[in-house]
């Protein structure tokens, strides 16, 4: 428990430096383009356009539980838009800056989270886009919408803690990164965001609700269908205390073994370069 106490309180006492950090990478991306920081708003709203333009108009997809199938597909989407690149990003964020890092008293710890909070501008953007796609689709907010707060506390313990995890790997087996960006690829289709997995269990019966629930061990299931929940006014995530458990036993075991094993190896990442 000590490696995790210090890397979390690595972060508490940086924090300024984390946003200063994930600023000034921002401002960097953008300083070349005429429109600057503002592709942070025409990125996502062009995306968001063409799936709309796809999914919306062209193949406009049958209601998910009386949900509009644009809708429901891009609750889920806007999260993974954030989660997949701070996790390829993320994963390789120390292996990228250790060179930069290592003659500097600088916390080698922070350099995942100042992908994730540098990919978190773009992300509340996109939030605000779903807020107005669902009103223009007549969602009217409920007190469910609060649970928003504990999805986002558990997308950002969930992608620090495999952050933290992952990019001591991807320093010391480089194999590692490859293998994660075409696993991010595959996950996309395994997980609950261009398709309802229900479907299975509805037409395999048995066999199928065994397939969905070796689905839900993904624990972006979780974070993602809490969104839905939490937009759509479905349900709280206590009703499924088993499931609400098992995400944050393996959160905290990633973070565990994260922190043990970056601690351990932190001083030799030179070595690996």
């Known amino acids: 428990m000590n490696s995790v106490k210090q890397v979390l309180k690595e972060q508490l006492e940086h924090r300024n430096l984390i946003f200063r950090m994930a600023s000034f990478e921002l401002k960097g991306m953008y300083q070349i383009h ?70 500097m008293n600088f916390p080698v710890s922070l350099l995942p989270s100042i992908r994730i909070v540098s990919n978190s501008f773009q992300f509340f953007i996109m939030l605000i886009i779903l807020i107005v796609i669902a009103l223009v689709y007549g969602v009217e907010p409920s007190l469910y919408v609060i649970q928003v707060l504990y999805y986002l506390l558990c997308l950002y313990a969930f992608l620090f803690a495999f952050s ?57 299931f979780y974070i993602i269908e809490g969104f839905r929940d939490s937009i759509l006014g479905r349900a709280w995530f206590y009703q499924d205390l088993v499931y609400t458990g098992y995400f944050w036993v393996l959160t905290l075991c990633l973070l565990y073994f994260g922190a043990k094993i970056h601690i351990k190896f932190r001083k030799d990442f030179m070595d690996y370069l």
């Open 34 to 103: 005429y429109l600057g920081s503002f592709w942070q708003f025409l990125n996502p709203a062009i995306q968001v356009a063409i799936y709309w333009f796809v999914f919306g108009t062209i193949r406009g997809g049958a209601p998910v539980n009386g949900t509009p199938f644009f809708l429901w597909l891009i609750i889920g989407l806007i999260p993974w838009f954030f989660i997949s690149p701070s996790i390829i990003q993320g994963s390789n964020s120390v292996h990228q800056k250790i060179g930069l890092v290592s003659k």
């Open 164 to 220: 933290l995890l992952s990019s001591t790997i991807s320093t010391l087996i480089r194999d590692y990164q490859m293998a994660l960006q075409s696993f991010m690829r595959m996950l996309l289709y395994v997980s609950p965001i261009l398709w309802d997995t229900s479907l299975i269990t509805a037409k395999f019966s048995e066999v199928g609700a065994v397939i969905e629930n070796f689905l839900r061990l993904n624990p972006l």
